[in-house]
């Protein structure tokens, strides 16, 4: 590897590193602002000047020497450098702490700030802005500009959670050049020229008509300045009064690193972690703003107990005693259990111990697939994003798995940096430019109906809802034989995917909803490497527990003959004939209402554990500083549960529980590093038949906003775009329905507006007549049809 | 100068270095003002394509060998060797080349491309041939500042008609090879000017400059190969294959060939171009040709506003103007825009324009520009000639030069700096007096700005 002189210090770093980081890695320090580890540099804010040399060498190949010193001759560029944008090479002489080193970086802070507005003391970015910490230590310490600042517009609304301040905009571009370069949709850019320039967006003049995408939120964190605010969290507190923890996002299987930041014993903001090998430093806006229901009025904090027919607040005691009171008599085998598949490893494991404690079959999580993720290859993201060719069928990442999604957009720019400093941070690649090429014809996109990605796709085919397993059919004889008589999309993917080494598929909620485990085995023979989008955040942990109903065991969703039940998580009704229904969960919605006891659910930034994302990885869930009142974790459910039924527990907590983890896994659960770690060994994974798509079904395509995300946010609400509800034509001539018309339902015990989408097609679950239980792709759904075709 | 060329090459008749040389005859203005010199019929009745059919008969290689023999260089204002950066294009790639006419002269002090557009359009689109032919390009644009209205239209005929006679298009002139000229209007910036932004603004996106590496000629325009050179590069170019390269070289000194339009600005009996070889000395221009001052000079920039001013004196009269006598006074040859600076005008009035001019023009995408020269200078500059200027301001002045030169993305903000500087450099007592008694020097032209 190159070396590379610092001041005084001999580094080596790989080539293709620039200057700015090799001084950082020799642990010195410039200032920066328009510079992005993630970013294509664009050298424009000119704070990270420095003195640069270099040796030459002779035709010959030798290197040029100087006389005096019989050293090589180092040729210095004219006065000052900005290191951002220079590569190294070898033998480079790097000095930040000379004196015109020096004079340049304060010359050029001063300059940065003489239109600032230094409102430093009601800037939600204080306390942590890059422009305050290296206004200290680089500028001045004193103003000597006169004159009156630029003013402009303070509250200038991008979208209903970006608020721009254009006032404190230095003009860095990292905004601009984000929406370009990673989720690859332009949404900003600069207005105006000189002194005037201003960031804006040209999207729509009406703010309900903005658009900025489902990843728009990342802005502001990497707003050097104050000037991109989240709404969300706009004037919540001061950075220094936030506890923040560092912690994985569970509201889909990204496995996305987050920080929480609360206050008060509420979440007021989160950031985007950095895991350089999931989701960078990016997340989607879902996950960023859809936070306000944890600490919404609505929000369970006491159990509930049914008292002469109605729900009171009751203590955990008497909500002991009252679920002892309804279950002491019941057979215990034919009590049902069921949690969410958004639960920890550690609270999955108790949940199985308690199963088998009580000696029931019908135990189950949901939602899930009817096949195990780990049955088939699958690549990291990092592979993704290096592939030779991706294959995505039945899926809209944009909405399923945002950081898919992302990675796909970078694996198109061909460019991906292996470089990382020892801590696992990014370097910044100087490969990558503004609005580089995309290697369009490295994707193909296959879906039932028309998704984001088709956009940055170079092939891409709407098929008909249900035909997965035929395109994957076709797929594989078009591979074999290029004469094979097909769609021209197809024949393209075939040929795309014959002609790559590290190519894989990716399969979404489409393409998995009905019948995974064939769709699975038809993808394996293809030669690629599968990625398939688990149904919920850590699908693919708990398949690795047995949390599947055993033989003639009830399915979540099918009770029949179940006396009681007990579920964790959000369901949509009380199933019938029960006697007696224990709910657990953070909203008095759907089943809740109907239940006997509510036990409230600690919300999953409250509580400390294990998730595996779709990769298979297994990433530390943290305990963020949230008041939920007395709502406890599953653990904690099941432990009152067990006390009424008088079952003597193995598992009684997060440390019991990773113990038995450690002896499955290999792994110490107690110390999961924050990037994550794949275990050594695996049990086989559990699949068991799911029932996903009975009579009476609907699908709703994907979406990143989950149901609870509405409640407590009208600003969710309100940017939240119409879904599309899925219908054969035999219901929509039935109902009344036209393609393309709105309609109301009741997702989730939330009302929401969806338009019709009619297909000719018997694959399209048929829809019940008003209301019914279905587990809909993302979640268990509860649809009430109203005024369907009466208008 | 004149012994060492006998010296050395006593055989060889003595370089041509003066319009009054009988040698001497303009070709690049030699239509210029004639009537309908701009028509097709005009331009074939005095000799114009020969040079592109000379051109596209022989190989890319030959061009670009007669061009390096010329000596011609890039006439935009850095003055880089044109046949060198035509052969920095790829030799073997499978990517479409481009040609980029860089006629978006916006440089204060600077007309010469403009009455060559006007009046003798075949001459561009000839030397677009070439220059298209030298680097493997079939489509070439011309990017023409905004403002000159009769200069696009006339080149967008001129255009028509050179395709409607087969001199254009998909077989042009028959040599079997698709040639394809098209005028872009720039929307009014001077930073469309830089070759990097001017590419931006022609592919439809800010005029931001562009980072280098990558080179034009690696990704240019759309990615592609991309060659940028001034109007009167591209048309010296078409003289060359006309003429031949000796014709050319014949002119100038020993490493500042050929034929040059200086031009001339401020008080001077003639303003205007003069067609002249390199290394016509500044008296013969200003005096013999633009025929004198009208007054007291006290200064004059020699290519463009950008260009630090030299100091009005005898021995810079008599200075032959090429590139590296300019260099040797720290200044630059630039465009050959000469500025002529009164005494009676306060300097510091005038930088006050100038500056004005670049803090307007600043694109915005850098610091020290946007801030330093958009924000500060102008400011300071304006309470300075405002008369609520104290001496501290000249300090602080002197200071935002260093910062503010050398630190910026592109070359405008220098460009803004070298000028001022070279004028406080020369005449700090101007800048010193303006400060301390609130009112200029010299009150030749006061009341110049409604500062308020
Ligand atoms: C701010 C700025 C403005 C410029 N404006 C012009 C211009 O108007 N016309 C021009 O030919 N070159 C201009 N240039 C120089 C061009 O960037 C480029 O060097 C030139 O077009 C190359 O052509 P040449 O090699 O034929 O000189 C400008 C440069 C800068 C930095
Ligand atoms: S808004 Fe922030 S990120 Fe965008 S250009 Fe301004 S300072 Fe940079
Ligand atoms: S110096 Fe900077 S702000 Fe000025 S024109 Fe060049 S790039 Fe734009
Ligand atoms: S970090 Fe902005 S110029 Fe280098």
Redesign the pocket.
């Known amino acids: 590897m190159p070396k590379v002189i610092v001041n005084d210090r001999e580094i080596e770093v790989a080539n293709g590193t620039s200057a700015l980081d090799a001084l950082f890695h020799a642990g010195f320090d410039v200032p920066y602002f328009c510079s992005n580890e993630y970013l294509s540099p664009v050298g424009a804010c000119r704070m990270c000047l420095v003195e640069a040399g270099s040796p030459r060498k002779n035709p010959d190949g030798s290197w040029m020497m100087d006389d005096a010193t019989g050293q090589p001759k180092l040729f210095f560029f004219p006065g000052t450098v900005a290191s951002c944008t220079l590569a190294i090479s070898e033998g480079m002489v790097i000095k930040t702490t000379s004196a015109p080193a020096v004079k340049a970086q304060a010359g050029m802070m001063e300059f940065t700030l003489i239109n600032h507005p230094l409102d430093c003391p009601t800037c939600d970015k204080g306390g942590a802005c890059e422009l305050q910490d290296r206004a200290y230590e680089y500028g001045y310490g004193e103003a000597r500009f006169e004159f009156t600042r630029r003013h402009a517009d303070k509250h200038h609304a991008l979208s209903d959670f970006i608020v721009l301040d254009k006032e404190r905009c230095i003009h860095c571009k990292r905004c601009v050049r984000y929406f370009e370069e990673i989720p690859g949709e332009e949404k900003l850019d600069f207005i105006e020229r000189g002194g005037h320039t201003y960031i804006d967006s040209m999207e729509s003049e009406d703010l309900a008509g903005r658009n900025l995408g489902n990843f728009s939120g990342n802005i502001g964190d990497i707003c050097p300045v104050g000037a991109l605010l989240d709404n969300v969290a706009r004037f919540r507190g001061r950075n220094w009064e936030y506890d923040c923890t560092q912690t994985t996002a569970m509201n889909n299987a990204d496995g996305a690193s987050i920080w929480v930041d609360a206050r008060t014993g509420r979440i007021e903001r989160i950031r985007a972690g950095s895991n350089s090998s999931v989701n960078e430093i990016w997340i989607n806006d879902a996950t960023r703003y859809g936070h306000e229901w944890v600490d919404a009025d609505s929000r369970l904090k006491t159990p509930l107990v049914r008292k002469n027919g109605k729900l009171e607040p009751a203590s955990w005691d008497e909500a002991v005693a009252a679920i002892k009171a309804g279950l002491i008599s019941t057979d215990k085998t034919k009590l049902g259990v069921y949690s969410s598949a958004d639960i920890t490893l550690e609270e999955g494991v108790a949940l199985e111990k308690f199963a088998a404690a009580l000696g029931t079959i019908n135990v189950d999580h949901f939602p899930r697939l009817n096949a195990a993720l780990s049955s088939v290859n699958r690549p990291t993201l990092d592979e993704l994003a290096r592939a030779d060719a991706v294959i995505v069928i039945g899926a809209d990442l944009y909405e399923e798995s945002g950081t898919t999604y992302l990675r796909i957009e970078e694996m198109l720019k061909g460019v991906v940096s292996d470089l990382k400093y020892n801590h696992g941070t990014a370097l910044a690649d100087l490969r990558l430019k503004e609005r580089m090429d995309r290697k369009r014809n490295k994707l193909a996109v296959f879906a039932p109906i028309r998704v984001k990605q088709m956009e940055h796709a170079g092939i891409s085919e709407v098929y008909a809802i249900g035909g997965e397993l035929e395109l994957l059919k076709q797929l594989l004889a078009s591979k074999s034989n290029s004469n094979f008589e097909t769609t021209p999309a197809i024949s393209s993917a075939a040929k795309l995917l014959a002609g790559a080494k590290n190519a894989v598929i990716v399969l979404g909620s489409f393409a998995l909803a009905s019948d995974a485990a064939s769709v699975l085995a038809a993808a394996a023979k293809l030669g690629a490497k599968i990625l398939p989008i688990p149904a919920a955040a850590n699908g693919a942990g708990l398949e690795f527990l047995n949390l599947t109903p055993g033989q003639n065991g009830r399915t979540y969703g099918q009770f029949e003959g179940l006396k009681t039940a007990f579920i964790s998580g959000y369901a949509a009704d009380r199933p019938k004939d029960l006697e007696f229904l224990v709910v657990h969960t953070t909203q008095l919605v759907g089943a809740a209402l109907k239940a006997d006891v509510v036990l409230p659910q600690a919300s999953n930034y409250e509580k400390r554990g294990t998730t595996v994302n779709l990769e298979g990885r297994f990433l530390p869930v943290q305990q963020a500083a949230v008041n939920g009142g007395e709502s406890m974790d599953l653990i904690g459910a099941i432990s009152a549960l067990a006390d009424a039924l008088d079952v003597k527990l193995e598992i009684r907590g997060t440390r019991s529980a990773g113990r038995e983890l450690n002896t499955r896994f290999g792994l110490d659960f107690e110390n999961i590093p924050l990037e994550g770690v794949f275990p050594s060994k695996k049990p086989t994974a559990k699949a068991a038949a799911t029932l996903r798509f009975g009579g009476g079904d609907v699908l709703l395509t994907p979406r990143m906003w989950q149901e609870k995300m509405l409640i407590g946010s009208a600003r969710v609400r309100e940017s939240i775009g119409l879904d599309n509800l899925m219908l054969s034509s035999t219901d929509a001539s039935k109902f009344g329905v036209k393609d393309g018309e709105k309609l109301e339902v009741n997702v989730n015990g939330q009302d929401r507006t969806v338009i019709a989408r009619v297909f000719n097609t018997a694959s399209v679950p048929s829809l019940p007549a008003l209301e019914g239980d279905v587990v809909g792709s993302s979640a268990v759904l509860k649809v009430a049809m109203a005024a369907s075709g009466d208008d | 100068m004149t012994a060492i060329l006998e010296n050395t090459a006593p055989e060889k008749p003595k370089s041509i270095t003066s319009g009054l040389d009988p040698r001497f005859k303009p070709r690049l203005y030699e239509h210029v003002g004639v009537p309908n010199s701009w028509t097709l019929e005009y331009a074939l009745k005095n000799g114009a394509y020969e040079g592109a059919k000379k051109a596209l008969a022989g190989t890319p290689e030959q061009v670009q060998d007669e061009a390096k023999k010329s000596g011609l260089r ?7 060797p ?1 046949g060198v ?1 035509w052969s920095f294009m790829p030799k073997e790639d499978s990517k479409p080349h481009y040609l980029v006419c ?1 006629a ?4 204060p002090g600077t007309y010469k491309d403009r009455y060559l557009m006007e009046h003798d359009p075949h001459q561009l689109i000839e030397g677009m041939l070439v220059g298209m032919h030298a680097i493997r390009a079939n489509v070439g644009y011309i990017y023409i500042r905004g403002e000159y209205i009769l200069a696009a239209e006339r080149l967008e005929r001129a255009i028509l008609d050179a395709r409607a006679a087969g001199l254009l298009g998909d077989n042009a002139m028959g040599f079997g090879k698709s040639m394809q000229v098209f005028v872009h209007r720039g929307a009014g910036a ?2 469309c ?3 990097t932004a001017l590419m931006n603004s022609l592919e439809g996106l800010r005029a931001n400059p562009r980072l280098k590496p990558p080179f034009p000629a690696q990704a240019g325009i759309f990615g592609m190969p991309t060659t ?4 009167v ?1 591209i048309a010296s170019g078409a003289l060359i294959m006309r003429h031949g390269s000796d014709w050319f070289a014949s002119m100038g000194t020993e490493k500042s060939k050929g034929n040059f339009l200086f031009h001339i600005s401020g008080p001077v009996k003639r303003p205007g171009v003069y067609e002249l070889p390199l290394g016509t000395t500044y008296r013969e221009i200003i005096y013999t040709w633009g025929g004198g001052p009208t007054e007291v000079i006290k200064a004059f920039n020699p290519g463009g506003s950008s260009t630090p001013m030299l100091p009005f004196t005898d021995e810079i009269l008599d200075m032959q103007a090429d590139y590296e006598n300019c260099a040797a006074k720290g200044t630059f040859l630039g465009t050959g825009g000469i500025i002529l600076i009164p005494k009676n005008c306060d300097i510091v009035n005038m930088m006050y324009n100038y500056v004005r001019f670049y803090a307007h023009e600043s694109c915005g995408k850098c610091t020290p520009c946007r801030e330093g020269i958009g924000t500060w200078m102008v400011r300071l500059m304006q309470k300075l000639i405002s008369g609520r200027g104290d001496p501290n301001d000249v300090k602080i002045l002197e200071d935002l030069f260093g910062n503010i030169k050398g630190k910026a993305f ?3 903000a220098d ?1 803004c700096i070298m000028p001022v500087q070279s004028a406080y450099n020369l005449f700090k007592e101007e800048f010193e007096y303006i400060a301390q008694n609130g009112k200029p020097m010299y009150s030749g032209y006061a009341n110049r700005w409604n500062v308020e």
């Open positions: 890039g006439r935009g204002g850095a003055g880089f044109t950066k860089n978006d002269e916006s440089e001077y930073i000017g830089e070759e940028v050179n001034n109007v590069s592109c070359l405008l460009s």
